[in-house]
Each structure stands twice: as C-alpha cells, then as structure tokens.
C-alpha cells in the first residue's frame, strides 16, 4: 500500500481526459493569437521563412552546425537525392561559462570549433574555397526562439533551456556566427538559419519522400518544441513586416512556422501548476516564461521527480529509515537526470533493482520494496502527465491545421532523449489522442509518427540546400 500523502503527490499529476479537451481548444485559440500579433508573453509562433518542403530529390555537400542544447555539433551532410545521406560530424560539450558568459567569446568558441571540424575532415575543400568567393554553404540549426526576418536572419527573442548570454538577446545570431567565421579566416557561409523543428520536419520530409505528408516536427528531448506549414496568407503578422522582408515571400504560398510551444499558456490559464512546478519555475533563468515546457520536457521531468521526493521525505512519508546525506544529490537542484524516469520505466525486476539503484544514485542508500514501488508510480505518473500534454499540444496543431480534412494519413516527425528512450512514450501519447474529442480513435489510427533521428544534423542540410535548388 502506498503511504496515503504519497498518494496524494502521485494523483496531483493526473490529467483527466475534460482536462485535455480543454487544452486542445486553448491551444488552436492561442496559436492563432501569435499568428496574429507578437507580444511578449504569447505562444510565438515564429515565421521561418523556409518556404519549401524537400522531396528527397535533395543532393549535394552541405554543412550543418547545431546548438540546441548542452552540446554543439559541426557536420557535413552529403544528400544522395534518393532520401538517403551520409554525414560526417564532430561534437563538443558546451563549457557551462560558455553557457552563460559573453557573447563574444561564445561566438568565437563556436568559430573556433567549426575550423577544428573542417581541419579533419574537409581539409581540401577548405583549403580550395579559401581565395575564392564562393564559401561552403551551411546551415545553421539554432534552437531556441529567434525573430526571424529572413532565411539567415534573425535577433534571438531569449535563452531557453538554461542558456543565459545576456549580451546575445536581441542581437542577430546568424550574423554573429558569420563574423565570428569569418574572422577566423574560415571559409563559410551561413546560407540558412532554421529551428531543430524545423530540421526535424526538413529531415522527415526528405526521407519520407512523396509516401506520405509529414504536417509536424515535434521534439521532446532537453526542451519541447514543433514546427508545421502553414498558408503565408494565415501568418497574420507578416503584414506587419518590413517592405523588404515581404518581398522575400512574393509569390510563396507556404511557409514552416515554428510554433515555440514551450511558451504555451505562459500565463498559466490552462496548464497543471503543482508547488513543484512553480518550484521548479523559480530555479530557471526564464522564469514564467516556456512554461508549457517546464511540465514536460527532458531538463525538467528528474527534478520535478526530485523535489516531490525532497518533500515527501521532509514530511517523512517516504525513505523513513534513510539516512541521506545533506551534501548527496538528493538535496541539489537539477542533479536527477531524466533518463532517471526512462530507467525506472523499464525496470521489469521483481525487486524493482534499478529503482533501487537510481535512487542509490541520488543518494538514498537504502530503500524498502514499498518505497522502491511509490517511486516508480510516482516517476510514471510525471512521465505520464508528460505524454498527455503533448498528446494534447499535438491534437491542438493537427486541429488546428484541419489535417485531417486534408489527408488520409497524417505524419509527425519526432525527435528528442524522451521521446526515444522514456519506453512507450507513443503509446501513452497515442491512448491520450484517442480520449480527445478532435482526434478520437478513428483518427488516431491514420497517424503516423516515426523517429527523424538527427533531424538538426540533416535539416540544417537540407535548409542550406534549398536555398540553392
Ligand atoms: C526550446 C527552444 C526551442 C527548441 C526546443 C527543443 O523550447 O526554445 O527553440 O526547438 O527547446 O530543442
């Protein structure tokens, strides 16, 4: 039997199916408001200006580079024109002063990175572009929200995902990397700037090929996130842009929009708000801000597992017999990863032993099968409120974008640590789809979703590679 406050920390992370009706209608309604206007505080919406979708046909040496969380990656695609690629890379921890330093010197660091990527493996090509004026091209997959004015331009609107470089807010990071490119002397040119969304719908696309119409690119791994195609004529707020950016866009009829849907219901009207959560809101540099994704993405789920347990021990309804040392990891702020979830979730034992072993991990020496139990329910009812929020953002875009009018068989890309290793995270994404009243089960059963592995890699590719076909 769990103890009845342990309970009680577990149900608070339920999701009723009324719940999820009501986030889907919220979510159509707020998206149309970004679409409409940018405000501060509102879902962003963000044009893209990628206004092609690939067909596979694709070919060609592009270059990619990726920040999207705590690594940056150097690569080059090469795109075989038959869905297919071969990619070389180089990948490299970003220092956490980095992280949180100046931007001059984060800028140069990234330079400085790329050069070590093209002295190993494109040696030749680089020495060969040097004199003349036709750089490599590459494509810049930058992940977090950007006010984009054109296909490799744009001012970062702010840090997620535990960035703070206070001096790059506002400035245009494309611009930035080139000049810190091109200060090294390296030959290249940052032909395109796009999301991991964006790249993960790219790369879904181009793999997929004419089989079937991929309409969103989900990630859900460090932070959560999606992109899809709109009508240009539905992106409202592009009135508002400047001559010059418009002319851009003359005679386009679609355009990817990344939606930035951490942001969602940043006001919270509509989303759970546990004390963990708003716990959890006070310890992050963009505090009331991507609140949607402090609920369910990777760099959040260990700890709202790791405050709930800090409280129920301090109430003593849990690991009464433990003696947890003040310095362990038990007691510090975003110490539990999240694969501690993923682990917890396939533990099959009879003994719960991984259980038992992650919580060793954090620093609970030594726990009872009850408690081992209360922590996998507790852990799952976290992954699980996860699953049924995204499932409901999902059915939200799907509604909102009518696909089901449009298509017999609807495709989402997805990518990201949780959405590949939380074991049956699509099944629970996938049971919450068929409790919404947009989706339901008939509907359900003609969606597709399929891993686009490395879609930051290859989307920057393909993004650069459409600028030129
Ligand atoms: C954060 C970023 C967003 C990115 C997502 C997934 O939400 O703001 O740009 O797509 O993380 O990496």
Request: net charge negative; glycine share 8%.
């Amino acid at each position: 039997m769990i103890e009845s406050q342990v309970q009680a920390a577990i149900d608070q992370f339920e999701i009723k199916t009324e719940k999820l009706n009501e986030i889907v209608d919220f979510f159509v309604s707020e998206a149309a408001k970004g679409l409409a206007e940018d405000k501060p505080r509102t879902m962003p919406m963000i044009p893209t200006f990628v206004t092609k979708i690939p067909t596979g046909k694709e070919k060609g040496l592009f270059l990619a580079a990726d920040l999207g969380g705590s690594n940056f990656r150097v690569c080059s695609v090469h795109l075989n024109g038959d869905s297919t690629h071969t990619m070389k890379q180089m990948k490299w921890a970003v220092p956490h002063e980095m992280m949180v330093g100046n931007a001059d010197q984060f800028w140069k660091y990234l330079a400085e990175r790329t050069h070590e990527f093209l002295d190993n493996y494109h040696l030749e090509e680089k020495n060969d572009h040097k004199d003349k004026d036709q750089k490599l091209s590459m494509g810049f997959t930058f992940s977090f929200p950007v006010h984009q004015t054109g296909i490799n331009r744009g001012t970062l609107i702010r840090w997620t995902k535990g960035y703070d470089i206070k001096d790059a807010v506002g400035t245009d990071v494309c611009v930035a990397y080139q000049d810190a490119l091109d200060a090294h002397g390296i030959p290249v040119h940052v032909a395109s700037m796009v999301n991991d969304t964006v790249g993960c719908l790219l790369t879904r696309s181009y793999e997929t090929g004419s089989n079937s119409q991929t309409v969103i690119g989900a990630i859900l791994g460090t932070g959560s996130n999606a992109a899809y195609s709109d009508r240009i004529i539905r992106i409202l707020k592009l009135d508002q842009y400047s001559e010059e950016t418009k002319k851009q866009i003359e005679g386009k009829k679609v355009m990817i929009v990344n939606t930035e849907w951490g942001s969602f219901d940043n006001d919270l009207k509509i989303l759970p708000n546990t004390q963990v959560d708003k716990e959890v809101n006070l310890e992050t540099p963009n505090r009331d801000f991507h609140m949607f994704e402090k609920r369910v993405s990777g760099m959040f789920l260990g700890e709202i597992v790791r405050r709930t347990l800090e409280h129920l021990y301090s109430a003593k309804a849990i690991f009464t017999e433990a003696e947890i040392a003040k310095d362990s990891k038990f007691y510090s702020v975003w110490s539990n990863d999240s694969s501690f979830l993923s682990i917890v979730r396939a533990d099959a034992s009879n003994d719960l032993k991984d259980v038992g072993a992650q919580l060793a991990k954090l620093g609970v020496p030594q726990t009872t099968m009850e408690e081992r139990k209360a922590v996998a329910a507790l852990s799952h009812a976290i992954g699980l409120r996860s699953a049924r929020l995204m499932a409901s953002v999902l059915a939200g875009l799907l509604k909102k974008t009518r696909s089901f009018e449009k298509f017999d068989i609807v495709d989402i890309g997805v990518d990201g640590a949780v959405i590949e290793y939380y074991p049956h995270f699509e099944d629970m994404i996938r049971e919450a789809l068929r409790e919404i009243d947009a989706i339901g089960p008939e509907k359900e059963k003609r969606i597709t979703i399929g891993l686009s592995q490395d879609g930051s890699g290859i989307g920057g590719a393909l993004s650069a590679a459409m600028t030129t076909h």
